[in-house]
C-alpha cells in the first residue's frame, strides 16, 4: 500500500513570486505519481505526471515537478505565479504493479496567492 | 468532448431520505470510482468499479451503495442519510492501461450533497 503526505496544508504567497508545494510518498513498490489542480468551485484536472524517464516533469500553466526517488518526493514548483494560480493542490501516486489506476491522493495544500 | 457528468450538483435532503446521485461518462472508461473530499482530509475513496458488474469497497464506503449494470454509468446510492455524510462528492473515471503508461483520471465537477 501506498501514502502520500503534503506538507503544508496552506501556503500564502505574492504574486510573481516563486512558489514550491511539497509532497512525500512511501510506497514498497515503483510508483506513478501526480499532481492535480482545483479550482474553487470545480473537479480536479491533471496538472502533470511523472511515469518513467527524466525525473524533471514539466505540466500545464508553467509548473513543473521532480521526482527524487531517494527521498521519496515529488515536490511542484513554479517560478512565478500568478492570481489566478490561486487553488488547491493535491498530490497523488499509484503503485505501478497495480496497474495505476487506483491512487492515493493527499490531503491537498491550498495555494493562496496574494497581489 | 471528454466528460463526467454528475447530478444533482447541489442537493439539501433529510436525515434517512434514500438519494441517488448519478454518474455517466462518455469516454468508455472500465475505471469508475467516487471519492468524498471534505476539510483537511482531501479525498477519500468510497467505492469503485473496474468493470461492469465489478465493485469495491475503497477507504470510507459505510453507509454507501454503487451498481455498475453499464459501463458509462455508476450511480452513488444513499440509503439513508445521515449528517456525517455532509461532503464534497466527486465521480472519476479513468481507461485501464497495462504496462508503464500510467493513467490520466477525469472528474466530474462535483455534487455537493448537504443532510440536515
Known amino acids: 500500500a501506498q501514502s502520500v503526505t503534503q506538507l503544508d496544508s496552506q501556503v500564502p504567497v505574492f504574486e510573481e513570486a516563486p512558489v514550491e508545494l511539497r509532497c512525500n510518498y512511501s510506497?514498497?513498490?515503483?510508483?506513478?505519481l501526480f499532481w492535480y489542480v482545483q479550482y474553487p468551485n470545480q473537479g480536479l484536472q491533471l496538472l502533470l505526471k511523472?511515469?518513467?524517464?527524466?525525473?524533471l516533469v514539466k505540466g500545464i500553466n508553467g509548473f513543473e515537478a521532480e521526482f527524487n526517488k531517494s527521498q521519496t518526493s515529488f515536490h511542484l514548483r513554479k517560478p512565478s505565479v500568478h492570481i489566478s494560480d490561486t487553488a488547491e493542490y493535491f498530490c497523488a501516486v499509484s503503485d505501478q504493479a497495480g496497474g495505476s489506476y487506483i491512487p492515493t491522493f493527499g490531503r491537498g495544500t491550498s495555494l493562496i496567492v496574494h497581489p | 468532448e471528454a466528460q463526467v457528468t454528475q447530478n444533482p450538483r447541489y442537493l439539501i435532503t433529510v436525515t434517512g431520505k434514500k438519494l441517488t446521485v448519478t454518474c455517466s461518462q462518455n469516454?468508455?472508461?472500465?475505471?469508475m470510482s467516487w471519492y468524498r473530499q471534505d476539510p483537511g482530509l482531501g479525498l477519500r475513496q468510497i467505492y469503485y468499479?473496474?468493470?461492469?458488474?465489478?465493485?469495491d469497497k475503497g477507504d470510507v464506503p459505510e453507509g454507501y451503495k454503487v451498481s455498475r449494470k453499464e459501463k458509462r454509468n455508476f450511480p452513488l446510492i444513499l440509503e439513508s442519510p445521515s449528517p456525517n455524510q455532509t461532503s464534497l462528492y466527486f465521480c472519476?473515471?479513468?481507461?485501464?492501461?497495462?504496462?508503464?503508461?500510467?493513467?490520466?483520471?477525469?472528474f466530474g465537477e462535483g455534487s455537493w450533497l448537504t443532510v440536515v
Open positions: 472519476a473515471s479513468s481507461q485501464k492501461q497495462a504496462g508503464n503508461s500510467g493513467n490520466t483520471i477525469y
Open positions: 510506497s514498497s513498490v515503483s510508483v506513478y
Open positions: 511523472y511515469l518513467s524517464g527524466s525525473t
Open positions: 468499479s473496474m468493470n461492469v458488474e465489478v465493485t
Open positions: 469516454m468508455n472508461h472500465e475505471y
